[in-house]
């Protein structure tokens, strides 16, 4: 059994929606969780060893005024997923005081390079176990646990309409996302529960190594495809997710919504 470390505020009954970000200790998943919080939302992040980062996520969450927890979750391990679920329900009754939450956003994730012919099947396995079986199960596992009226949105990556050699492995599990976002907005939709998929073009974050944030030269090959004349970065992505939860997106439903400032156009 998986051990799950936590960190939570003090118990407060304010009647705020409480949102689900995997794999929020950085990158795209820190910025949502933050801008999530921002506009009124309780936030819950896994992490899966940065245990010190996603305590300082949970840190900045408290300074914003909101309720925050964080758990060690390895999201491509589906082992796990009951243990998980069973801290996460005592969570929500005893830091939150609620027995489901609202919002769950599928973030965590990791990037392989490798071109098809040099794809091993163990980069093979762990890109389906982290972007596609584990989203699956883990979202299948929350499913008791998401408010009716709730909302679930799952990262994709703009590779999936565009291709660039050495992603075949990595574009191939995003379309399954893509796929499998709609089969759920048409299952869950008797529930209320909207899903989306957002998907981010070239971005500067860890994402490989730091490769678009830190090579210059991949960098600026990437901005020469963007309309915009830049790759983004986290800042043009968590604040949409957050408004994508919001009532004022209500209606949006099982779609794909690329942020990428108008990549290959």
Same mark, same amino acid.
Request: glycine share 10%; charged share 20%; net charge neutral.
């Given at each position: 059994?998986?051990?799950?470390?936590?960190?939570?505020?003090?118990?407060?009954?304010?009647?705020?929606?409480?949102?689900?970000?995997?794999?929020?200790?950085?990158?795209?998943?820190?910025?949502?969780?933050?801008?999530?919080?921002?506009?009124?939302?309780?936030?819950?992040?896994?992490?899966?060893?940065?245990?010190?980062?996603?305590?300082?996520?949970?840190?900045?969450?408290?300074?914003?005024?909101?309720?925050?927890?964080?758990?060690?979750?390895?999201?491509?391990?589906?082992?796990?997923?009951?243990?998980?679920? /069973?801290?996460?329900?005592? &969570? +929500?009754?005893?830091?939150?005081?609620?027995?489901? *939450? $609202?919002? =769950? #956003? !599928?973030?965590? /994730?990791?990037?392989?390079? &490798? +071109?098809?012919?040099?794809?091993?099947?163990?980069? *093979? $396995?762990? =890109? #389906? !176990?982290?972007?596609?079986?584990?989203?699956?199960? +883990?979202?299948?596992?929350?499913?008791?646990?998401?408010? $009716?009226?709730?909302?679930?949105?799952?990262?994709?990556?703009?590779?999936?309409?565009?291709?660039?050699?050495?992603?075949?492995?990595?574009?191939?599990?995003?379309?399954?996302?893509?796929?499998?976002?709609?089969?759920?907005?048409?299952?869950?939709?008797?529930?209320?529960?909207?899903?989306?998929?957002?998907?981010?073009?070239?971005?500067?974050?860890?994402?490989?190594?730091?490769?678009?944030?830190?090579?210059?030269?991949?960098?600026?090959?990437?901005?020469?495809?963007?309309?915009?004349?830049?790759?983004?970065?986290?800042?043009?992505?968590?604040?949409?997710?957050?408004?994508?939860?919001?009532?004022?997106?209500?209606?949006?439903?099982?779609?794909?919504?690329?942020?990428?400032?108008?990549?290959?156009?």
């Amino acid at each position: 059994m998986t051990t799950m470390n936590t960190t939570t505020t003090n118990i407060t009954a304010n009647g705020a929606k409480i949102a689900i970000v995997t794999g929020a200790s950085r990158g795209l998943g820190r910025n949502t969780a933050l801008r999530i919080a921002a506009k009124g939302s309780d936030v819950i992040i896994t992490y899966r060893s940065k245990k010190e980062e996603a305590d300082a996520v949970v840190a900045e969450i408290r300074a914003l005024g909101r309720k925050a927890a964080a758990f060690q979750l390895d999201t491509g391990n589906v082992s796990s997923f009951p243990a998980f679920v /069973g801290e996460l329900r005592a &969570a +929500l009754q005893h830091t939150f005081g609620r027995d489901t *939450f $609202d919002h =769950l #956003v !599928n973030n965590a /994730g990791h990037g392989e390079y &490798a +071109l098809l012919a040099d794809t091993t099947e163990a980069q *093979f $396995d762990g =890109l #389906v !176990n982290v972007h596609f079986k584990g989203v699956f199960f +883990l979202t299948q596992a929350l499913l008791p646990l998401i408010a $009716d009226g709730g909302r679930i949105v799952n990262l994709s990556s703009g590779l999936t309409r565009i291709s660039a050699a050495g992603f075949s492995a990595y574009s191939a599990v995003k379309g399954a996302i893509e796929i499998l976002s709609v089969y759920m907005a048409k299952e869950l939709g008797a529930r209320g529960i909207a899903v989306n998929t957002v998907a981010p073009g070239a971005i500067e974050t860890d994402f490989l190594g730091g490769a678009v944030r830190d090579t210059p030269e991949m960098n600026k090959t990437f901005a020469d495809m963007i309309a915009l004349g830049r790759v983004g970065v986290p800042d043009d992505i968590g604040p949409m997710i957050a408004s994508l939860l919001t009532e004022d997106n209500r209606w949006i439903n099982a779609q794909r919504i690329e942020v990428s400032g108008g990549q290959v156009i």
